[in-house]
DNA sequence: TACTGAAAGATACACTGTATCGAATCGATG
DNA sequence: CATCGATTCGATACAGTGTATCTTTCAGTA
């Protein structure tokens, strides 16, 4: 019996969000939720099921692993990646700026670029889109001239999110953070040990991250458009 | 009692590695053993303690966290980078080789390059000395070139080393590889909406991994020196 | 209706990082 | 020298992980 009550007094139960049939994107979806919200490490099989209202076993059927559901983030988050523009120029540069405008909207990202070949079909139109842009260029020179531009995105992008971490860790505003790294690179610096760099560090301008970032690019673009046209 | 011999009969016991004085070196030390041998998920504290014949707890007298032990991990591998060279250019190439040569000894570095800021002993000595061969350069321009080449490294170490990890999942060998891969390839490929990436695939000579590395460092070099000069 | 196959899910296992707390050690003091 | 207090040390415990296994459930067929 459910309860002392008759069926007239007693209230409906609380309508839990029905046991939808489930599906990968449905997965994909409440893990990119758990990790947009609290990070990559707040992704567990169990944490996602339960989100799902459903035991975690049964994720197994959709998903052979836990690195298949990383997979599937990854290539959902190259869905949002969409290079546009007229030339190849503009396009790869577009593609590293989508790229990191998809690192900032979900960080955790940073974590997984790179990581694992990435074959989803959102990743294969991704790259579909910038080498069809590139179909003046040498066909030899296309691969590497992609693969660079994405290497040093990810590389800079993983830099850029490691850092905005550790000041977040040091709490959250970029006094504290200057109070608590600034003296350990102070008396690092004191010992004499790297005069170049503690000269740089005092007297060079400090760029934020956008020109950083596309300061690094162009440097990269310039390069790739030096060779391309020779 | 040990046992029903008398001590005569009796073997010495073993010569347990003696539980030698501990230290971070030696910690350090056994966690990249682990790492070299077994990957990353091979460097638990309780392997790491057991490799030292240690209670794992005895660890956090000298470490508070396993985040910490792989920044100590991380700056150990950087007192393996050493570049040399004369003038900037050499010297930022042999930074990038340098960097990739201790990826390939240490595979696990491709996991953590570029995931927290690098702020150890050696790393900076790293920096010194590359920030010390650009003197000749704009101040401001030295941390955004140096910044760029890091960036481009880590990007393309870490892609280098997780497509050698997937071909060998497959089964160590070129030939299986392109038989569970180039089959899913080709089935996407077959359904006609990659037609460029297909192109290319199909068309392009295929660098190794080499010559693929050495040709986006030197689009970035070559954009760095037109900049430079200028 | 009985039986068989497949699907679903509870349970279990081996392992993780680390908080906690009791025991042991050591220095200082009566 | 004995005793006490503080400090260090490490065993135990906890809350969590990914996933193998095995039991249960149920649909479809004979």
Chains 1, 2 share one sequence.
Request: aromatic share 6%.
């Amino acid at each position: 019996m459910v309860s002392g009550m008759l069926v007239w007094e007693r209230p409906e139960p609380p309508d839990r969000p029905v046991p939808a049939p489930l599906s990968r994107e449905r997965i994909v979806r409440a893990a990119i939720q758990l990790a947009d919200a609290d990070g990559l490490d707040a992704v567990s099989l169990r944490k996602v099921a339960t989100a799902l209202d459903v035991r975690p076993m049964r994720l197994y059927g959709y998903i052979a692993s836990k690195e298949e559901l990383l997979d599937l983030m990854v290539d959902a988050a190259y869905a949002e990646i969409r290079p546009v523009g007229d030339g190849w120029r503009e396009v790869l540069r577009s593609l590293a700026e989508a790229t990191r405008h998809a690192a900032h909207e979900h960080e955790w990202l940073a974590d997984l670029l790179g990581g694992r070949p990435q074959l989803g079909p959102h990743a294969l139109a991704t790259g579909e889109t910038v080498v069809a842009a590139l179909d003046g260029i040498d066909v030899d020179a296309i691969m590497p001239v992609v693969g660079a531009v994405n290497a040093y995105v990810i590389g800079a992008v993983r830099r850029e999110i490691a850092e905005r971490r550790a000041e977040r860790a040091t709490g959250m505003d970029e006094k504290r953070w200057q109070a608590s790294l600034g003296p350990y690179l102070k008396r690092a610096f004191a010992t004499g040990r790297f005069p170049a760099l503690a000269t740089v560090v005092r007297d060079a301008a400090h760029l934020d991250a956008d020109h950083t970032f596309r300061m690094g690019l162009d440097f990269l673009l310039d390069g790739i458009e030096a060779r391309i046209s020779r």
